[in-house]
């Protein structure tokens, strides 16, 4: 699986936007990138994944660049409950294994 | 809430014992995961069980096996212990035997 980049830690204020970055560079075409986030040693949540279109759901988007080497995660308005880690995972169409990196750790502040 | 559930939520334990960590899937879902979750390690996969049978494992040790029975409630068997075997260890499902998956609350184990 390929490995991910992404910043140890970002802020954001409450009701604004949260871009969470992720670099994949490596990710091969039967790829997906997936994101989870885990809101202080609680199990891990599925955020979103995507092959390569933008994606949406209730909790975020996901915007894939069209050389599938980086993706973003939005937050569209940041509460103080999205405060956690996010890790953003490349996985083979197929497996069935996540392999969690570091992750970003994500501070919404007041 | 997930539809995960796992127990016990916390358990101590001194070395050398035996301990049972128990999953329940969500309600329609045929593969269970264990992972371990240590300060020094992060968030590791130890082995998956899909519909009864062991589809894939990780890093896990050859003191740790786990099963999944027919009702697809797991139990992960942690023996010998170690104080390095302190960790948060979730169960995760998911439909098929691959897929987004859901994580369970976890169980905290401490080794004294």
């Known amino acids: 699986d390929a490995k991910t980049t992404q910043p140890p830690s970002m802020d954001c204020a409450e009701g604004r936007a949260a871009n969470l970055p992720c670099n994949h560079s490596t990710i091969s075409g039967n790829e997906y990138v997936y994101w989870y986030r885990q809101i202080h040693s609680q199990g891990p949540q599925y955020i979103i994944h995507g092959l390569k279109n933008n994606e949406t759901n209730e909790m975020a988007s996901l915007i894939i660049t069209e050389d599938r080497k980086s993706s973003t995660l939005i937050l569209p308005h940041a509460t103080l409950r999205d405060t956690a880690v996010y890790y953003c995972i490349v996985i083979k169409d197929g497996s069935e294994k996540l392999v969690f990196g570091k992750g970003t750790k994500l501070t919404v502040n007041p | 809430d997930s539809g995960v559930t796992q127990t016990p939520k916390h358990l101590i334990t001194a070395t050398g014992q035996r301990v049972t960590l128990r999953c329940s899937p969500r309600s329609g879902d045929l593969s269970v995961y264990w992972y371990q979750q240590s300060l020094d390690q992060g968030l590791q996969f130890l082995i998956q069980?899909?519909?009864?049978?062991?589809?894939a494992k990780g890093n896990i040790l050859e003191r740790f096996s786990a099963q999944q029975f027919p009702d697809l409630h797991s139990e992960l068997n942690l023996s010998s212990l170690e104080l390095g075997d302190s960790a948060l260890y979730f169960c995760a499902s998911s439909v098929g035997p691959f897929g987004n998956q859901y994580f369970g609350p976890g169980t905290r184990l401490l080794v004294l």
């Open positions: 069980y899909y519909n009864g049978e062991e589809r």
